[in-house]
């Protein structure tokens, strides 16, 4: 009896944690009965979420004389959006067709392509409306929407990664600025480096992705291939996660990180950047792309199967695509359609925008400065392990990682040992491998296999110490 009232109390006490991992965190105060509402699932921030709710609200009281307002269902990351809903299929929507849910928004578009997939139903829009939005249906090789007829998301804004570094602390630790993904190699910001966890943030993941992806298109050009480049790409993460201090859970606080002086710089998508160097300023705080070594994303939004409320949904997605919700992205505060309270520095995707870029805070076309690589699917096939990957090769296993790269530099033939490093020890084709083994087997036999490969690089780090001290 004992043990049956302990159960009891824990149910007790953990069921509201269940329940909210289970719906999110509704930012969404009591409504009147008679006010829309639209349901979105979203890892966006609160000055996004805000600004969108109240100029839509606004527009379409406007156009259609109705009240309208948004209940944002809020996650950390596309990742654990995409569990949420993998748990809801088996639950409410088995039971009554629907999530209870509208619409998706956020998290890349390989995110939407590979994990929200399963979860989406076509949205179409007037096509004379999709050939304004989008003149042309890619950039640099990049979809701004989904293919399928209707397309299952549509992009909303761009996206670009780069790194973010605080020049006080560069300057301390005596190095230069950095400008490419491989200066944060270097042994000097060994303990200076921040990176967000791929498993826990698919914007990591994503730009993760973009650092292999890179290598890969270099190995073919240079006659290498690209399952050899994929090899060196992960082994270049490797060498900068030797030099990380921790893996933040979160992406979006690590350029306050490096504006604080606790790193020195760190990997991040270019609004975040962005926003807190308007913060601190741009004498504590700078940000670099690397040339031709980045990608540009879209942030995709797209309809749940089962949307409660379809037409609704059509109508903000419309809206965000349009001129007016286009501006909302990166014009200045107190502009014609701009933001009300803050600037959300990122890039719209409709490149009429851009016409006349006076009130943008970044006026920087996109469209007619590419500094990306074409981007390629084909080169992206690992994008579903990836972060295991990294996770059994990197964050489980950091302090081995840092350890085997300090014995090497330390060693008498260290330019030797820290090439083997720089390369993975399998290939493009072993890791799709990995990939199709990882997807058969259950969720406890998926923890079997992360042992193992987790296993597999601390021994192959010890054999790098035992070499190192020969």
């Known amino acids: 009896m004992r043990y049956v009232l302990g159960v009891l109390f824990l149910a007790v006490l953990l069921s509201p944690m269940v329940l909210r991992w289970a719906v999110g965190v509704s930012d969404q105060k009591a409504l009147p009965k008679d006010v829309l509402t639209l349901v979105i699932v979203?890892?966006?921030?609160?000055?996004?979420?805000?600004?969108?709710?109240?100029?839509?609200?606004?527009?379409?009281?406007?156009?259609?004389?109705?009240?309208?307002?948004?209940?944002?269902?809020?996650?950390g990351g596309a990742s654990e959006i995409k569990n949420v809903l993998g748990a809801l299929r088996e639950t409410t929507y088995k039971a009554n067709g629907t999530y209870d849910i509208d619409l998706a928004w956020g998290g890349g578009d390989a995110t939407f392509d590979v994990d929200l997939k399963p979860f989406l139903e076509g949205l179409a829009l007037d096509p004379e409306f999709v050939k304004q939005v989008y003149p042309s249906p890619k950039l640099g090789g990049l979809k701004l929407y989904e293919e399928s007829n209707p397309p299952l998301w549509y992009g909303t804004e761009l996206s670009g990664f780069g790194i973010v570094f605080n020049r006080q602390?560069?300057?301390?630790?005596?190095?230069?600025?950095?400008?490419?993904?491989?200066?944060?190699?270097?042994?000097?910001?060994?303990?200076?480096?921040?990176?967000?966890?791929?498993?826990?943030?698919?914007?990591?993941?994503?730009?993760?992705?973009?650092?292999?992806?890179?290598?890969?298109?270099?190995?073919?050009?240079?006659?290498?291939?690209?399952?050899?480049?994929?090899?060196?790409?992960?082994?270049?993460?490797?060498?900068?996660?030797?030099?990380?201090?921790?893996?933040?859970?979160?992406?979006g606080a690590i350029p306050a990180l490096v504006s604080s002086g606790d790193v020195a710089a760190a990997m991040t998508i270019d609004f975040y950047a962005r926003s807190q160097i308007q913060f601190v300023g741009e004498d504590r705080l700078g940000y670099v792309e690397p040339a031709n070594s980045t990608v540009i994303t879209p942030d995709p939004i797209g309809l749940l199967q089962g949307a409660p409320h379809r037409e609704l949904a059509k109508q903000f997605v419309e809206f965000v695509?349009?001129?007016?919700?286009?501006?909302?992205?990166?014009?200045?505060?107190?502009?014609?359609?701009?933001?009300?309270?803050?600037?959300?520095?990122?890039?719209?995707?409709?490149?009429?925008?851009?016409?006349?870029?006076?009130?943008?805070?970044?006026?920087?076309?996109?469209?007619?400065?590419?500094?990306?690589?074409?981007?390629?699917?084909?080169?992206?096939?690992?994008?579903s392990i990836l972060e295991v990957m990294i996770q059994v090769s990197c964050i489980d296993v950091l302090n081995d990682l840092r350890a085997t790269r300090a014995a090497i530099l330390s060693s008498t033939h260290a330019a030797e040992l820290d090439a083997k490093l720089a390369v993975f020890p399998f290939d493009q084709k072993e890791a799709l491998r990995r990939l199709d083994e990882y997807r058969k087997v259950s969720p406890v036999e998926k923890l079997v296999l992360i042992r193992k490969w987790t296993s597999e690089f601390r021994d192959e780090y010890r054999a790098l110490r035992d070499e190192a001290q020969k």
């Open 42 to 75: 979203t890892p966006h921030s609160e000055a996004i979420r805000r600004e969108f709710r109240e100029a839509f609200s606004k527009y379409y009281q406007e156009k259609f004389g109705k009240a309208v307002t948004i209940d944002y269902r809020v996650y």
């Open 169 to 251: 602390v560069l300057k301390y630790l005596g190095v230069e600025p950095p400008a490419r993904w491989e200066d944060l190699t270097d042994p000097r910001y060994a303990g200076w480096v921040v990176l967000a966890d791929p498993t826990r943030s698919s914007s990591a993941r994503t730009a993760f992705m973009g650092v292999v992806e890179h290598t890969m298109a270099v190995a073919e050009e240079q006659g290498r291939g690209a399952d050899r480049g994929w090899a060196e790409g992960m082994g270049l993460i490797r060498q900068i996660a030797s030099n990380v201090r921790d893996f933040n859970d979160g992406s």
């Open 321 to 383: 695509l349009s001129e007016q919700g286009q501006q909302l992205w990166d014009a200045k505060v107190g502009t014609k359609d701009g933001p009300r309270l803050v600037s959300l520095r990122r890039t719209p995707i409709r490149q009429s925008v851009f016409k006349d870029m006076s009130d943008l805070a970044d006026p920087v076309d996109p469209f007619a400065h590419v500094t990306s690589f074409n981007t390629s699917r084909a080169r992206t096939a690992t994008f």
